[in-house]
């Protein structure tokens, strides 16, 4: 499995970013599909997912109601809109995939997770 992600970059405060992440390998709705963020000097965290079923998503309360993460199954790609953006969105941003079918309370452990993109970098200024 590969996860390539792309569409980081420099924004201002307020503004928007769409990220992708293409999965290649097994079918792409057999994965379990997320988010998570390093700033630097802190640690991985959580930051959105989808279940393989793609009937859950699961946000973290940082980014609830400002990013939106969604899939189109026809490219094998997760998008992740984020809207409103803040200086602390600011972190190297990694999409990850598991074929575990996690329930809804692991979704957000990095742990879980087992294949991970080599991240894109979002840098938002104040």
């Known amino acids: 499995v590969q996860l390539q992600a792309s569409g980081g970059g420099l924004v201002q405060a307020g503004g928007s970013l769409r990220l992708s992440c293409e999965v290649s390998?097994?079918?792409?709705?057999?994965?379990?599909i997320g988010w998570f963020r390093q700033a630097p000097g802190k640690e991985r965290e959580f930051v959105a997912a989808?279940?393989?079923?793609?009937?859950?998503?699961v946000y973290a309360d940082a980014v609830k109601g400002r990013f939106t993460m969604s899939t189109d199954n026809a490219k094998n790609t997760v998008f992740l809109q984020m809207n409103s953006l803040k200086p602390e969105d600011t972190a190297v941003y990694y999409c990850?995939?598991?074929?575990?079918?996690?329930?809804?309370?692991?979704?957000?452990?990095?742990?879980?997770?087992?294949?991970w993109g080599q991240g894109t970098q979002v840098t938002v200024s104040s």
């Open positions: 990850t995939a598991t074929l575990s079918r996690l329930i809804l309370s692991a979704m957000s452990g990095a742990r879980a997770y087992e294949y």
């Open positions: 390998g097994r079918t792409f709705s057999s994965y379990d």
């Open positions: 989808i279940s393989w079923r793609r009937s859950r998503n």
